[in-house]
């Protein structure tokens, strides 16, 4: 049975519990993050820890904790659900009210959960062993705070599902000007001629840690040329390659977008090369 964190104690997942009137159930109103866990290491534990504090902060939540505080919530959870690949996931919220209402309670204390999820092996840099994923395209209909990690996730998890009868495994998003956001639960990147594109940081996307990694390794190799700037629609349809990143999947390759190949169908050489040093180089950016 797996353990979980609720406010100060461990307890069996099963026996956990919260009032309906928190208003994390009531409105969406907290944080989260998704750690990933690989042989009892951690994956960018800090620029999660740092990405919670913002939206803590950009919610007004008052939680004073330091980051020695969560890393011994992680490493707890870590101890009592043994496994070797997990991802650790931590939501706040912010706590339950004596009633509903909008307003944000005074005197409220956040509600802070934790607990283990087994994921899969991260990839090898290995085109024949590569989980591949179809997508689709959509206009993106979320909000205009996609910075913050809220658990307000329903505007991502309805684009989710757009896809999955047509048998696809993510949709891609685009705003307005015909400009890729990013995936519902992923970072998007597109691979022309040898050179990567990611759209920049904005309140339209999320700042993915696993992009942010990924950057710094691609930056301090310098092999694989790359630039965070707005990419089109029509750019991702003629792109070689096209890669999502997230926590729980590092670099996934996509081979197909709205029916159609990319590229050659195939998994490329741009994501083996860039697999690879995510591989070697993974604990030492974050
Ligand atoms: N999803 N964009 C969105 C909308 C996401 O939900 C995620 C992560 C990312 C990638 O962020 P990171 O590299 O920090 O995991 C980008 C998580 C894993 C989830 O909700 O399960």
Not at 52 to 77: K, M, P
Not at 110 to 118: D, S
Not at 157 to 183: D, K, Q, R, S, W
Not at 261 to 280: K, M, T
Request: aromatic content about 8%; some cysteine.
């Amino acid at each position: 049975m797996s353990i979980a964190y609720l406010n100060g104690i461990y307890l069996p997942l099963a026996e956990a519990r919260i009032s309906p009137l928190d208003r994390g159930f009531l409105f969406g109103d907290g944080v989260y993050e998704v750690i990933p866990c690989h042989l009892g290491r951690m994956v960018g534990f800090s620029l999660h820890i740092e990405r919670l504090r913002s939206g803590l902060n950009a919610l007004n939540i008052q939680l004073g904790w330091n980051t020695g505080e969560w890393r011994e919530v992680c490493e707890q959870l870590l101890t009592r659900n043994p496994g070797d690949h997990l991802s650790i996931y931590l939501q706040v919220s912010r706590g339950t009210a004596q009633s509903r209402g909008h307003a944000y309670p005074a005197d409220i204390e956040p509600t802070c959960f934790g607990f283990t999820m087994e994921i899969a092996p991260p990839p090898l840099p290995d085109p024949a062993l590569a989980v591949t994923y179809s997508a689709i395209t959509a206009p993106d209909l979320r909000w205009k705070r996609c910075h913050i990690k809220s658990t307000s996730l329903l505007g991502n998890v309805m684009h989710f599902n757009e896809g999955l009868p047509g048998g696809n495994t993510e949709t891609i998003l685009y705003n307005c000007a015909g400009e890729l956001t990013e995936a519902s639960a992923c970072n998007v990147y597109v691979i022309k001629n040898g050179a990567l594109a990611t759209p920049p940081l904005s309140e339209q996307i999320l700042a993915g840690v696993t992009r942010t990694l990924l950057l710094r390794i691609l930056e301090k190799d310098g092999a694989i040329a790359f630039a965070e700037r707005p990419v089109t629609l029509e750019e991702l349809r003629g792109a070689d390659e096209v890669w999502l990143t997230s926590s729980t999947k590092e670099l996934a390759p996509v081979t197909e977008v709205d029916s159609e190949p990319v590229g050659n169908g195939q998994v490329g050489e741009v994501w083996q090369r860039a697999q690879g040093l995510f591989s070697q180089h993974r604990h030492e950016h974050g």
